[in-house]
């Protein structure tokens, strides 16, 4: 039987599989699509990492190197769901909740001085940030916004706010001592090994060796200056209090897991500089980092007594004599520097763009904000974007065009954060790249506290990434821009081999550019108000910058895009949007039983899956469940059968149920498989002549507190019971098996 794998991830997109899952487990077995489930959620992935450990009854096994083996074979059909990239607060969270429900798992630590913490804690770090993507993603990323929805988005336009020509929000980025400005690029001639070594007065330090590196291979390394990062910070903090703008600061800290949280701790100790001043030691000396943010360090305090009174009050004092801080939430006073994974650039700044380029205040108003990105290698392009509105005013989603994305990122090209290959110095001296001949490649020199990373992007990718661009520039008549600058590194790499591959392809009449990121981003908002469309050709960062940016623009939201990784070995990866996975959402449903989170880019991948099972198992019945699933799904945005936002309207399992029965609707009515027709004849009717019966059970559960036994585990009874409320609605659905 053919096989579709559905993943089990965590938070909304987690709870909503206990809802739809069954629905596409009844409706695909009717064209012999078998559909099974791998967890790859957070939790799992913990519980993975010990599984040599742990007592035999709590094992699961290791899913993700399951799926990762699996998505390098022609056979592959996996439909990914959003997965929590953990912070180590996430982490040391889940750590505590598995543990209170029996799991025998160490605690995190944060020092690592036996053999048996330094177990622990490479096992903990081996499942911290990005750690799914990577190992999935054998295919570069083809984005776009499907046809139905751009349309409903035109049809029925989200809010945008309006944009003042004397709006005084911009972007803060350091253009010199920074990643970007420090970055050394080389391709490497023939299959090599490669070692990266912290040479000292001392002597010489291997950092990382065993690199394996292969013929064509692009091979990056670049260093933050601590310093340098320290003076900027210093000096925003006060451009923010002279202008009367609100400071916030826009990082990665999820997927850029080694980087970013230190940046984030620079940014938290530059904004506290008295407290840290005098109360450092004291923090450090109770495990309580900055690179954990501020709200970690509150929530510490409590074990240090009247020391800890003392420190809360010196912070309450810095806080005041700062400039204001954008809020997450000015209700609960949780201020943009108190959680490193509260403010995901890619997210928060397409959304600070939308809303009048204004983020929320203490005051609980919205206000002009100046955003630090510090890194300058891609801040521009939202600097180009604000330039834009400052100058034109709000987009018009009536009107706009739309930004696709063809993305690089195949076989951890750009390795997203190079975890394993990043490294805050200790001691001054300078950081080489060796090959195994023993020739110095790249160099640096650094001092303590530099952030230095390398990153590598194989040859195949690249040349498979170009192939894509092609393919959709054909396929859809639009011009397709490579945002890649040559006088960047990297990118001058990229560049030449972007030339090299393109003549393999018949570009005839195609519009084909290379431009560089800023110059790329003004050229498509030129043509995006002209109602034009523009490609994107991107690098792994910006794939994932520019699939949240232009999507919530033109959309509301990213979580409506299509998403599909055509593998490279020819199977298929079906992403179901750019959206989180919306931790917000999860504590509405316990708190009264609604849950707002849209599986449409659930079902727009689900269409495409069974789409890619018709082409490579010649499946005829499949193609005709994934295009009827694409009408049901177009009248369920045309209908709105969506979600809505409060109690006591639809919400995720009732957009569920209305796609069931669009979708049954379509099956029994189409023309191309009489069987099947007749095989939904009967719940098609059910589901229409019940439509009030299952409306009213999934309302009647609302407005109360919903117990699932878990955040980032929960029970599996309890959540199906929560997610599954209509007795009708489960019997039409099991009358088809």
Known sequence: MAKIIYTLTDEAPMLATYSFLPVIEAFAGTAGVDVETRDISLSGRIIAAFDDVLPEDQRIGDALAELGALATTPEANIIKLPNISASVPQLKAAISELQSQGYALPDYPDEANTDEQRDARARYDSVKGSAVNPVLREGNSDRRAPAAVKNYARKHPHSMGAWSPDSRTNVATMGQDDFRSNEQSVVIPSADTLTIQLVTDTGTTVLKDGLKVLEGEVVDSTVMRAAALDAFLTEQIARAKADGVLFSVHLKATMMKVSDPIIFGHVVRAFLPDVFAAYGADLAAAGLSANNGLGSILDGLGALGDKGAEIKAAIEQGLADGPALAMVNSDKGITNLHVPSDVIVDA?????????????????????????????????????????????????????????????????????????????????????????????????????????????????????????????????????????????????????????????????????????????????????????????????????????????????????????????????????????????????????????????????????????????????????????????????????????????????????????????????????????????????????????????????????????GGYYRPDEQKTAAVMRPSKTFNEALASLR
Not at 493 to 501: D, Q, S
Not at 694 to 707: C, F, K, R, T, Y
């Open 348 to 708: 928060s700044m397409p959304a600070m763009i939308r809303t009048s380029g204004h983020m929320w205040g203490p005051d609980g108003a919205e206000a002009d904000t100046l955003a630090v990105i510090p890194d300058s290698s891609y801040a521009g392009v939202y600097q180009a974007v604000i330039d834009d509105c400052r100058a034109h005013g709000a987009y018009d989603p009536t009107t706009m065009g739309s930004v696709p994305n063809v993305g690089l990122m195949a076989q951890k090209a750009e390795e997203y954060g190079s975890h394993d290959k990043t490294f805050e110095i200790a001691e001054a001296g300078t950081v080489q790249v060796v090959n195994a001949a023993g020739d110095v490649l790249m160099s640096h020199e650094v001092q303590p506290g530099d952030i230095w990373r390398a990153c590598q992007t194989k040859d195949a990718p690249i040349r498979d990434w170009v192939k894509l661009a092609v393919t959709r520039a054909r396929a859809s008549q639009t011009p397709a821009v490579f945002w890649l600058d040559e006088s960047r590194a990297h990118d001058r790499n990229l560049i030449a081999k972007v030339n090299a591959y393109l003549p393999e392809h018949d570009t005839d009449g195609l519009d084909l550019r290379i431009m560089a990121p800023v110059d790329a981003a003004t050229f498509s908002v030129e043509r995006i108000r002209k109602g034009e469309d523009t490609i994107s050709v991107t690098g792994n960062v910006l794939r994932d910058y520019n699939t949240d940016l232009f999507p919530i623009l033109e959309l509301g939201t990213s979580a409506k895009m299509l998403s599909v990784v055509p593998l490279m070995n020819g199977g298929g990866l079906f992403e179901t949007g750019a959206g989180g996975s919306a931790p917000k959402h999860v504590q509405q449903l316990v708190q009264e039983d609604y849950l707002r989170w849209d599986s449409l880019g659930e079902f727009l991948a689900l269409a495409e899956s069974l789409r890619h099972m018709a082409t490579t198992t010649d499946n005829a019945r499949a193609e005709v469940l994934a295009d009827t699933l694409d009408r049901a799904t177009e009248r369920l945005l045309n209908e709105n059968k969506g979600p809505a936002r409060k109690v006591g309207q639809i919400d995720n399992r009732g957009s569920h149920f209305y796609l069931a029965q669009f979708w049954a609707h379509e099956l029994a009515t189409q023309s191309e498989d009489a069987e099947l027709a007749e095989s939904f004849r009967a719940v098609a009717q059910t589901l229409a002549e019940q439509e009030s019966t299952i409306s009213e059970e999934l309302l009647a559960v609302q407005g109360h507190p919903a117990d699932i």
